[in-house]
């Protein structure tokens, strides 16, 4: 008798133990999607791959920040494959976020625009190895007005052609 007690007492323990683990599971996976105070950013899109001289190339980020305080700067870096000591090709800058209204829970869009070896206005110049087509990619950081970074955002690889 007391080891069927005893056994029902541990298939009940078990069943228990997995229930735990089970609802663990589930708040911790729905918790990734809230706000947080560090601001979490994302890769919507990538307007191409392959960027001919004097085309353009947008990325277009979502953002999120519990505060809604991002308006400081977002920090960008170019990295060349092809021609790593190149420092027209590789560079990193901060850029300042526009000023908009603070709201709690802010998601957003940030678009930003390069265009491939030529100035035009309302783009940011980028260039890649001279005569050689350049295979780089972006790095993106957000920084918001209490000084919290989102962890680096890594863009696919981009060709950038003469």
């Known amino acids: 008798m007391n080891e069927l007690y005893l056994k029902m007492n541990m298939r ?22 809230k706000y947080t105070t560090k601001p ?28 809604g305080d991002v308006q400081d700067s977002m920090w960008i870096q170019k990295v060349s494959k092809v021609c790593p000591s190149s420092p027209l090709a590789n560079w990193s ?10 709201t709690k829970d802010l998601k957003g869009n940030f678009e930003i625009n390069f265009i491939n070896n030529v100035l035009s206005s309302g783009y940011y110049y980028i260039t890649g190895c001279g005569n050689a087509p350049d295979t780089c990619y972006f790095r993106f950081v957000l920084t918001d007005l209490a000084g919290h970074s ?3 955002l890594v863009s696919p690889n981009i060709v950038l052609l003469p």
Request: hydrophobic share 40%; with cysteine.
């Open 12 to 33: 009940n323990m078990n069943t228990k133990i997995l229930m735990i683990f089970c609802l663990t599971a589930v708040l911790m996976s729905c918790s990734k999607n």
């Open 40 to 67: 979490q950013i994302f890769l919507k899109s990538v307007s191409s791959t392959v960027v001919a001289k004097g085309q353009p190339l947008t990325f277009n980020i979502e953002f999120t920040d519990k505060e």
């Open 150 to 152: 989102s962890d680096t």
């Open 93 to 102: 800058q901060n850029f300042q976020v526009p000023n908009f209204p603070a």
